[in-house]
Every structure is written in C-alpha cells, then in structure tokens.
C-alpha cells in the first residue's frame, strides 16, 4: 500500500502478558518512528530508526520495551511483561530522512487488562 | 515549561470564519515546524510544514513562522465544519535528536454551522 500500515489495529492483552506491534513503513523511507499518544495528548516520542540503526531510544519508559528493524523495513514494538499504564495507542510514522515531514500509521490501540 | 505549547481550547469558530490556532516552542535551535490534523479514533494527518521565517499558504490554510519569537501558527480560513478535530503543531529539534518530533498537546477546533 502506500501508506504507513500497522498490525494490529486493536490489541487486548492481560496484565503481565508481552505484546508486539507491526509497523511496516512507506516503501523507501528510511526513517521510522514510534509515539506512544495517551487520551487527550500528543504523541510523546519512544524510538527512532534510520534503516536498520536505532539512533535514538530515549523515549522508551522502561527497559520493558523494546523495538527492532532488521532489515530495516518492517519495525517491530514489543512490550514485555504489561502493565496497565502501558494502555495507550502505539503510533508508527516514517520519513525519507533527515527533517523531512513524517507520515504516520493508523496506530495500534493498546488496552492492558 | 513545556518544549512546546499549544494554546488551550477548545477553539469554537462559525462557518466560513477563519480559526486560528498558536503555538510556542523553547528550543531556539528548532528547525522545522509542522502542523497535523488529527480526527477522533484517527492517526494524525500532515497539513502544512514551514522551515522559514515568515508565511507559507496552502488553499485554506496558511502556516506563520517568527523564530525570533519562537511562535508558530496556523491560520484557517473560510472553516468548515469538516475542520473540526484536534490540531497538532510538532517541531524537530535542533542538536544531535534532529530525528524526534515534539508535539504540543493539540487544541481541539469545532466549526460549527
């Protein structure tokens, strides 16, 4: 397609479970982004990728996140362990580089039981 | 003080008005600046982006930029009512995190007949 596409749209996981969340990027945009949004906020940075080099994961919240670019096309977010204040919607944006606008998925609404 | 702030809404215009929406930023080192429009339940959609000092118009919208200030703002005129949703104005950083994006919290816009 050629937007950002992101799997699942909609994840339902109990307290304690681990979670992983699909990003796969406009085809050639180097860079790709997660944002984790709360309710009524903006989106508040987590992690960034330049092909398949994570330059900048200062935005994760704790050591229970952890995301991956392989090859660097598709990024997985996985969420170990969950806790409910990870309830949010995990947004995925990508670029062709440097300052470029980035696009952004439709998200994956995450509801922690 | 927040890196960047939007003014608080919500913001209420009548048809055919023009809304406009603010927003300041701490960071003298800032670069680019962004606005994203953002409906209910959907992910956030680019509207305008401007990198220099002044003004920038697309159809309706028209994106003011003072770096002097630090203030950027959007500008909607003859609003509609499919205007209404939350506006989001993002800025890339200057310094080495030139690939996070800030957004301020939004400010909800309703247009109404």
């Known amino acids: 397609g050629a937007g950002v596409s992101q799997s699942p749209r909609y994840k339902v996981a109990k307290r304690g479970q681990d979670v992983a969340l699909r990003c796969d990027p406009i085809?050639?945009?180097?860079?790709l982004f997660w944002y984790q949004q709360a309710l009524g906020q903006g989106p508040e940075f987590l992690t960034y990728?330049?092909?398949?080099?994570?330059?900048?994961k200062s935005g994760l919240p704790s050591d229970r996140f952890f995301a991956e670019r392989p090859e660097g096309s598709v990024s997985t977010l996985k969420i170990q362990r969950t806790q409910q204040e990870d309830s949010a919607v995990y947004l995925c944006?990508?670029?062709?580089?440097?300052?470029?606008?980035?696009?952004f998925g439709d998200g994956t609404r995450l509801s922690i039981l | 003080q927040k890196e960047v702030e939007q003014n608080s809404g919500p913001l209420s215009v009548p048809e055919g008005a023009i809304a406009s929406l603010n927003c300041t930023y701490s960071?003298?080192?800032?670069?680019?600046f962004f606005w994203y429009r953002q409906y209910s339940g959907k992910s956030p959609e680019l509207i305008m982006f401007?990198?220099?000092?002044g003004d920038k118009e697309d159809g309706r919208f028209t994106a003011q930029l003072n770096k002097a200030s630090q203030y950027v703002s959007l500008l909607i005129r003859d609003s509609q009512p499919s205007d209404s949703a939350t506006y989001l104005c993002?800025?890339?950083?200057?310094?080495?995190?030139?690939?996070?994006?800030?957004f301020g919290q939004g400010t909800i816009l309703t247009v109404h007949p």
């Open positions: 944006a990508s670029s062709s580089g440097g300052r470029q606008p980035q696009h």
């Open positions: 085809s050639g945009h180097v860079s």
């Open positions: 990728f330049q092909n398949e080099a994570q330059l900048d």
């Open positions: 960071d003298r080192g800032s670069q680019s």
């Open positions: 401007i990198y220099s000092n």
């Open positions: 993002a800025v890339y950083a200057g310094g080495t995190s030139y690939g996070k994006l800030t």
